[in-house]
């Protein structure tokens, strides 16, 4: 896969095997997972770990993530989080960091009889495709997770669903990356022929539809950010995703007191927090959680995701340019997915040889030729294959 005999970057000390454009978790763990193979790796980012991640919740969640018509795309998230626990561990140990990887598992729940029939429609499908959901009756909800409020009409645990916190997750991988040897450059590529290297990944995030041609657009989410009170631990463990009167919403609690709500799905490009979107929020996170009333709002915050036109990610060589290969278009997934990609990406340029696991998610599925320079990235960015369904995380 590498093609060698690159010019050197400015400022970088050798001619490198890799470029990787984009510091996020995707595209630094690709960087650790080669240079920890002995391969000289550039990462360009201007701003490192500022994207998607640091808005994210860190939802590892194959099972409540298995949306209807999204068969392959649930494969490969599956693949993913049976890689997280062995990763996680790999590294914490390298890093030296805490990554607040926690595996309690989640709760999905309705509140009102609409809801929970909602819900169970989507387990049905879950369960028929052999995911672990175990439906529990509304007393064994709360033997759980007292803390529900007693309106809660049912629920189900998926206890493979587990979380990790982005925000400790990002300065890890960069530890790690560096430490096996990656060099970060701090400045901003805007054409690929600025980029000398073998191979060429690009990971970075909406920023991949300008550099390629290929159709990944942003989608705006808003979340917020609560402490409990003296910052003590939030008074439920497993993360809680519910519909509460028809709005959706995931509660994600922190060992240090702090508790992810989110998130819209909006077909926006604008980062601003609404008033609307903190009350929707809120009113079901208070709904399905009473005591959050008293929790203090430290944070609003909105980012934007990569999504496609199919919902799933882009990966492997551009179509005309197998030197370039796409890491990009994670939409919600991309912090559950972050070492299948790393794995799948990093051994194709060792290797030369595709996974299977790749060939869903390929970028000649949208038959796209991407020309060297496109000079009109931005208006095919939302061309393609017809947009599926948006969903609520």
């Known amino acids: 896969m590498l093609t060698g005999g690159p010019a050197q970057p400015a400022g970088v000390p050798f001619p490198p095997d890799v470029a990787v454009v984009g510091a996020g978790p995707v595209g630094l763990a690709i960087a650790w997972r080669c240079a920890a193979r002995g391969l000289r790796v550039v990462v360009h980012d201007p701003a490192p770990g500022s994207g998607a991640a640091h808005v994210a919740a860190g939802m590892l969640a194959p099972v409540a993530e298995a949306y209807f018509g999204e068969h392959e795309l649930t494969g490969l998230l599956t693949a993913s989080a049976a890689r997280w626990p062995a990763f996680a561990a790999e590294l914490a140990d390298v890093s030296g960091a805490d990554l607040g990887y926690r595996a309690d598992g989640t709760l ?132 809680i995703r519910g519909y509460a009167d028809g709005e959706h919403v995931y509660l994600v609690p922190r060992a240090g007191g702090e508790v992810v709500v989110g998130a819209t799905v909006e077909e926006r490009t604008d980062t601003t927090v609404s008033a609307g979107a903190v009350l ?50 994670h939409h919600r997934h991309g912090i559950v997915l972050t070492p299948v990609t790393a794995d799948l990406i990093s051994d194709l340029i060792l290797t030369g040889e595709p996974d299977p696991l790749l060939a869903p998610f390929t970028p000649d599925r949208f038959g796209l030729v991407t020309p060297d320079e496109p000079g009109v990235a931005g208006a095919r960015a939302s061309g393609g294959a017809t947009m599926k369904e948006e969903r609520w995380n």
């Open 108 to 239: 999905m729940v309705g509140l009102t009889a609409d809801d929970l029939a909602e819900a169970r429609r989507l387990w049905a499908y879950q369960q028929g495709l052999g995911l672990p959901v175990a439906v529990l009756r509304p007393s064994e909800l709360r033997d759980r997770e007292p803390a529900l409020a007693p309106r809660v009409r049912g629920g189900a645990l998926a206890a493979t669903d587990h979380q990790v916190d982005p925000r400790r997750l990002v300065p890890a991988l960069r530890t790690a990356a560096e430490r096996a040897g990656a060099t970060l450059v701090a400045g901003a590529v805007r054409r690929l022929s600025d980029v000398a290297a073998g191979v060429t990944v690009v990971a970075a995030g909406c920023g991949a539809a300008a550099l390629t041609g290929l159709p990944v657009r942003p989608v705006k989410g808003q979340v917020l950010r609560l402490r409990a009170p003296g910052g003590v631990a939030p008074g439920f463990r497993h993360v």
């Open 280 to 329: 929707r929020l809120l009113r079901a996170a208070v709904d399905l959680v009473p005591e959050l009333a008293e929790y203090d709002l430290v944070e609003t915050l909105a980012g934007l995701r990569p999504g496609t036109p199919d919902n799933a990610p882009i990966l492997g060589p551009l179509t005309g340019r197998p030197d370039v290969l796409a890491a990009t278009g």
